[in-house]
Nanobody, 125 residues
């Protein structure tokens, strides 16, 4: 049974940091590219970051988070992370992790195979 379970969300002040985790099970994690997406109320789900398969996978970021967010993966722990620094109110959203087996890698949400349930991130003073 495939599972992706996000954790680490919460309430943080502008300029603060959070680290999201996504624990995967039920599939061969190292063979999948992993992505983070987010969805704010009334908006479409948008791409945040992706990390390519295998260890040492290269990364790609949305322009809105480049230089502030860092995606990483630990294939031994079947976990992908999103370190979020210098958070802004506009980063407020539900954050989802997703897994994709096929190539090429993509930033399109509906081309991912598996999804987590999401974790809420709220940036507010």
């Amino acid at each position: 049974q495939v599972q992706l379970v996000e954790s680490g969300g919460g309430l943080v002040q502008p300029g603060g940091s959070l680290r999201l985790s996504c624990a995967a099970s039920g599939f061969t994690f190292s063979m999948y590219a992993m992505g983070w997406f987010r969805q704010a109320p009334g908006k479409q789900r948008e791409f945040v970051a992706l990390i390519r398969r295998w260890s040492g996978g290269s990364t790609y970021y949305a322009d809105s988070v480049k230089g502030r967010f860092t995606i990483s993966r630990d294939n031994a722990k079947n976990t992908v992370y999103l370190q979020m620094n210098s958070l802004k109110p506009e980063d407020t959203a539900v954050y989802y992790c997703a897994a994709r087996l096929s190539v090429p890698d993509t930033t399109t949400a509906n081309e991912y195979d598996y999804w987590g349930q999401g974790t809420q991130v709220t940036v507010s003073s």
